[in-house]
């Protein structure tokens, strides 16, 4: 079994900052990916910010020059830091996480419970 803990959610103001972390526990060897998705009201979901297990990362459009992702291999964690939000950064805000589970060479995919996150004034 893998777990999934996400924090860091809440309201802010436009121009606020806030920060996610996803913290991942259970049976793993090795954390390969780990990533923020978000999902708006009547809109799907899409990708925020992944990162590698070696550091590499990738932004959506939107959120580039804002938003940067990062992880700690130790403590299994990934961190989303959001400035400059706007409304429409709103919505709800998943961990990805993809990885190997411990004993096994079998792949997994993990999602978390979801955070909300709410720009308004």
């Known amino acids: 079994q893998v777990q999934l803990v996400e924090s860091g959610g809440g309201l802010v103001q436009p121009g606020g900052s806030l920060r996610l972390s996803c913290a991942a526990s259970?049976?793993?060897?090795?954390?390969?990916?780990m990533g923020w998705y978000r999902q708006a009201p009547g809109k799907e979901r899409e990708l925020v910010a992944d990162i590698s297990r070696d550091g590499t990362t990738n932004y959506a459009e939107s959120v580039k020059g804002r938003f940067i992702i990062s992880r700690d291999n130790a403590k299994k964690t990934a961190y989303l830091q959001m400035s400059s939000l706007k409304p429409e950064d709103t919505a709800v805000y998943y961990c990805?996480?993809?990885?190997?589970?411990?004993?096994?060479?079998?792949?997994?995919?993990?999602w978390g419970q979801g955070t909300q996150v709410t720009v308004s004034s």
């Open positions: 259970g049976n793993i060897a090795r954390i390969n990916v």
């Open positions: 990805n996480v993809r990885g190997i589970r411990s004993g096994t060479y079998y792949s997994f995919e993990k």
